[in-house]
Structure formats: C-alpha cells, structure tokens
C-alpha cells in the first residue's frame, strides 16, 4: 500500500528573500533580486547582473559547529545549511544529538548543478598547479564532493535514511522533491529533507555567458533584466541559492500534530532523450508534455482542476514553446488556461537551486492562498497571447484560494520534472 | 622561542577547530587531539597548515603521524625550527 506524502517544513535562501516569511513577503511584493555585479562588469562579462542571496553569517554560527565552520568556503554550502535547517526546524523536528544513533527513518536528498565551481575552488587550484597539493589543506574534497551540501546539512541533522545528491541540471531541484517523495511512498523512509542549491560565482555564470544566453541588455537596469514570458525576454539572469523542504509520511506527520502545508498527489520525471527536436541543451515537447501528463495520471485529477502552474519560464526563447507545451499538456487554453507565473522574474535563473526555491515558494502560495505576481511583463510575447489570454497572468499579488498547483522544472540533457501538490484540508481529503 | 611562547601560539591556533563543548581551560600539554579534543584527522591537517604558516617551518608526513598529543606538536615544532634554522 503505497503511503500518502505531505510537506511540513520550508527553507529558503533566495535572491530576493532570506527565511521563508521573508521570501512570502518578497513574492508578494513582486521584489526582485537582482543587482549588478561590479566584478562581472570588472570581468568583461556580457551579462553582469546577478541574483546573490543576502543572509547573516551570524546565522550560520548558530547551526554550524564552530570547528567546521573555519575553512567553510563554498557559499552553496553555506546556502543549504541555513535552508535546510531552517526547514527541519519548521517542520517541529530536532537534530539529533551527538551522542545517539541516527535517525534511521529520515533522510535527504540534496541535489545541486555544480558543487565545485563555487568561486572557492580557484584558490584551491593554484596549488595543484604550481606542484604544491599539500598547501590546499583537507577541506577541498567535502566542498567539492557533489554530495558536499548534503553531508554538511546532515553533519548538523545527524539523519540515518538515504544521504545523497541528484543532478540534472536546471531540474535538479524538482527532481530531488520527487525522489524524496518516492522514497517515502514506497514505505522506505517516513522523512525526507529535499532541496538543492546553487553557488555563485565568475566561474559558473562565465561559463553560461559564453554560451551567449543570458541577459546582456540590462546591465543599467538589473531589476528588469529578468523578463520572463515578455515580448523583449533577451536570456537568463542567473541566481544562486538554496531551498528546502521536509516531506513526511502523512501518519507521522498527523501522529505529532505537525503543520501541513499541502500534499503532494504526483511527481514524474523523464527524459526526451536528445530525440524529436531534443539535445544536449533544448528540451523536446513531447517529452515535456508526456512528463505532465504522466504527473497528473499519477495525481488522478483532472487537469481542468489545476488552480496554478508554476512555470520554468526562464525569460529565453523557450518561454513560448513551454506555454504551448503546458496548453497541449493540459488541454486548456485561452480563457480556460490556468493561472501561470514565473517566480525568476524576480530571483533570476537559480539554476540547480531554482526548481527547489520556487517549490518553496509553490507551497506557499497553496498554503495561504495567493498567486504572486510576475513583473517586468510590458508586454506579453505575441506567441504566448496566440495560446492563452493575458489575464492568465497576474502583474500584481491576487489573493486566491488554490486546491491543485503544478509545478515543472526542465534542464539542460533534455530532462524533464513535474510536480502536483493538492491543499491540505483538515478531513484529510 | 621557548616553549612557553610556542604553546601560546599554538592555543591560539587551535582554538578555532575546537567545538564548543570542549573547554580551551581543560587543553594541558597531555591533551590528544583526536581522542580528548575531538579533532577530526582532516583537522589536524589544517592546523598543520596553520602551523607551518606562523612557524615558518615545514612538518612533513611522518612527523604528521607523530602529533597525537599537544606535547608531541610542540616537540615537533621545536625540532623543526631549530632543523631549518640550520
């Protein structure tokens, strides 16, 4: 009998908001992120806009022993350790205590794009090419080890469940939720922290400005770089961050009272295999519209119910095809298309992190009932208002009562991943 | 530098990668690093690292494997200073 998987705690650090109250009220505002980076423009590069989460290395003393703390470099890292604990504690749980075993049935999945190409490892290099290893200290493999996030989160939680990693690119975040789901589904861990991060950084930003995709005409104006859906979207603004979010088996979580904030009803993930109009870098629709199909098959509603869609919309010229994708998909259009929004117009492209963070932010919206706006739309991309009508996309804040919120990432290799959540009700049902 | 000055200095060093359980009052010259300071062996590589820096000196593997407690670390940084000295 599979078992049913609800979220009971958040954690974010974002862009434009750090803690989960802060990130609801940045959302609502429709606050951007996004500021300009004098040493991108010292670095010649043709984007030179950013989104950088602004937390309080104060905060990082309260949850990380002081002795691991010292040489901790990798800004991602850092990242997750506030958002994951940020997001057990939420949730009403404690870390396990340094002189007890594990716990067994909780785990994590913590997935990022690249680990290792946080500004930090430069440093670490030199020493390796000047002949000289043993001057870059110990510290380079835990930082740079893929699964690093997830090993220094669980260094503060002590969990005894599956510890690791996904990586799939610009979903990574979704997939990681999905395969905590999964795991707790199929009765193998009542537990799960799922989330994933993001470094910042020259050296992952330089490699996506060479590929000529971010946003370049902005750099005087970075709050409007990021234009997701808009007539004049001109590439990515790329983010960095962290989210997390605690799923639990629904018995354990009604056994100690805990606060729902919703259920989550499907998850699917695929891949269209570089295949119909798929590579390494564009995604294929039929794989896309497959893999939110298959998301609410799982889920058992039908689409007519969804409330929301949370878009991937990364402000490139992807954003038309993908409301095309979603109008197939889900069969509606016009009039009749669901609300849509695209949380990177104000936190950028958070890469690794992004499909995390916005879930956060998903869940918040279901949770309280509001439909955040989408700014820096003047106007909305001629192809989307072939498919769908204009006020299927809220400029301002709509206070409204969501039942069913769908939410997918896509990522470079062609992947794709979906998520449904449905509000929790008391009755449980 | 006698050996005084050098276990001030040391203190100083290691005082970062000590957790807070773990009181800097209770370090005597027979503390172990690992088993009573808690020290995981990563660490002491760093702190060997922070040791080479301050002293001037270069500790190489063996001398490493030697340093278990605060006594063996002062030793081998005394050795090594009056060694490169030369």
Known sequence: MEKRVVITGLGVVAPNAVEVSQFESALRDGLSGIEKSAMLEEL??????????????????????????????????????????????DAGLKFTSRDSEPDWDSGIVFGVGTLAMDGFISGKLKYVDS????????????????????????????????????????????????????????????????????????????????????CNDSNDNPTNGSRPMSANARGFVPGAGAGALVLEELESAL?????????????????????????????????????????????????????????????????????ENWAIALDRKGDDFPYINAPKSMIGHCIGASGSIEMVGVVLQLY???????????ELHPDILKVINENKVPRKVIEHKLNYVIKASFG?????????????????? | MDDKEIYAKLKVIIE?????????E????????????????AHVIDIVLDIENEFDIEIDDDSIMKMETI???????????TEQLS
Not at chain 1, 45 to 56: A, D, E, S
Not at chain 1, 191 to 205: P, V
Not at chain 1, 412 to 429: M, Q, T, Y
Request: a neutral charge.
């Open chain 2, 16 to 24: 970062p990668y000590l957790d807070d359980e773990v009181d800097m």
């Open chain 1, 255 to 323: 056994s100690r009272n805990a606060k729902i904030y919703g259920e989550i009803v499907g998850g699917d993930v695929n891949s269209g295999g570089q295949r119909n109009g798929g590579s390494i870098t564009a995604g294929s629709s039929i794989a896309t519209i497959r893999c939110i199909k298959a998301t609410l098959e799982q889920s058992g509603i039908d689409a007519s119910e969804i409330d929301l869609i949370s878009g991937h919309l990364t402000a490139t010229i992807a954003d038309a095809k993908e409301i």
């Open chain 2, 26 to 41: 209770s370090l005597t010259l027979d503390s172990h690093l690992i088993n009573e300071l808690n020290i995981n062996s």
């Open chain 1, 131 to 214: 002949g000289n290893t043993r001057k870059g200290g110990p510290r380079v493999v835990e930082q740079s080890m893929n699964s690093g996030a997830a090993t220094y989160i669980n260094e503060i939680l002590g969990l005894g469940n599956v510890v690791t990693s996904n990586s799939s690119a610009c979903a990574t975040g979704t997939e990681a939720i999905i395969q905590g789901y999964e795991r707790i589904k199929s009765g193998k861990a009542s537990k799960m922290l799922c989330g994933s991060c993001e470094s910042q950084g020259k050296y992952i930003w330089g490699a996506f400005d060479g590929m000529r995709i971010l």
């Open chain 1, 368 to 378: 309280k009932g509001f439909i955040h706006p989408t700014i820096n739309i003047e």
């Open chain 1, 412 to 429: 470079f290799g062609d992947v794709n991943s979906c998520i449904i959540l449905k509000k929790w009700n008391e009755n449980g049902r």
């Open chain 1, 44 to 89: 010649n590069f043709g984007c030179q806009i950013v989104g950088i989460p602004k937390y309080n290395p104060d905060d990082l003393k309260k949850i990380v022993p002081k002795s691991l703390l010292i040489k901790l470099e990798n800004e991602a890292i850092k990242y997750s350790c506030l958002a994951g604990t940020e997001a057990w504690k």
């Open chain 2, 71 to 81: 006594q063996n670390v002062l030793n081998i940084i005394k050795e090594k200073s």
